[in-house]
């Protein structure tokens, strides 16, 4: 069901900028379990990567139960097979066979939430922002598509595409885009890798990489948001698909620890505008 209009709720728009992450998304459907046990409005989302695919999930209309089920039963074999290519190790087609079998509703135009997936195109180095129409599926395989490890994804334009975390880890712009009043982030990498030594696969020695040269670029689209929720899974390893109940429990927690500051945002919000004190992102939340 789509949201009720701001007009009729007299409450602000709120939008969720998730961020990419791979194994580490699962985080991102604790974080939504707590705000909807809440009545947290979520009016619009943003997702990059992982957070495309879980948010992409929750504006088709899947229930927080199920995208957490899926997290929890997906493997990388449900996503790429090995591929000849000079392009890439692997084609990651599977995935939007996968989340086509599985989304209640597969076309933006149809989403009872408004999404947005973010890529990046290799030839302008830009983001490319897919919302509004089209198939959803498509849009998050190229939001996931980790260069290298996945054949780039090309798209009806002809342009070639790849992971969104390139150039928007945190989709904070994309999500105000969206018509929305407060955006409320939900980063999963703010912990880096605390886990002891180095990783054991090439995805998560790619992922570790893209994660140190992307540090700068998230802090500052962090500022651009209202809130930062930032589960604690710095411990866990970004290609771990086995641990994804103990990175639920972590966006549960943290999504928890959120609600009192949310809550706060909206009593504290102008329908005319953002009250004068929230002109300055609140601090995030660890």
Not at 58 to 74: H, K, Y
Not at 142 to 159: F, H, K
Not at 231 to 255: K, T
């Amino acid at each position: 069901m789509s949201p009720e209009p701001r007009a009729q709720r007299n409450l602000p728009r709120i939008a969720l900028a998730l961020s990419g992450g791979a194994a580490r998304g699962i985080a991102h459907a604790g974080v939504l379990l707590a705000l909807t046990e809440n009545a947290i409005p979520i009016d619009a989302i943003a997702g990059t990567s992982a957070g495309a695919l879980v948010g992409g999930a929750f504006a088709a209309g899947m229930t927080v139960s199920e995208i957490e089920a899926l997290g929890r039963s997906l493997r990388w074999r449900d996503v790429g097979r090995m591929t000849i290519s000079r392009f890439g190790l692997q084609s990651n087609a599977r995935m939007e066979k996968y989340l086509r079998e599985r989304f209640p509703v597969t076309r933006f135009e149809d989403l009872p939430i408004p999404f947005a997936a973010v890529a990046t195109d290799l030839k302008s180095h830009e983001a490319v922002v897919m919302r509004d129409q089209g198939d959803v599926p498509f849009a998050i395989r190229a939001s996931c598509t980790i260069p290298t490890i996945y054949v780039p994804v090309r798209d009806a334009q002809g342009r070639q595409l790849v992971d969104g975390g390139l150039v928007s880890l945190i989709p904070v712009e994309s999500a105000r885009a969206l018509g929305a009043d407060i955006v409320v982030a939900v980063d999963v990498n703010a912990e880096g890798a605390t886990f002891l030594g180095p990783s054991r696969t090439t995805l998560g020695i790619i992922l570790q990489s893209m994660l140190t040269l992307q540090r700068t670029v998230s802090r500052a689209q962090l500022l651009d948001a209202d809130l930062v929720i930032s589960p604690r899974v710095g411990h866990i390893r970004w290609d771990q698909l086995s641990r994804g109940e103990e990175l639920f429990r972590a966006g549960y927690a943290a999504g928890n620890e959120s609600i009192q500051a949310i809550k706060e945002l909206i009593a504290s919000y102008s329908i005319d505008g953002p009250a004068e004190e929230l002109q300055a992102p609140v601090e995030s939340l660890t």
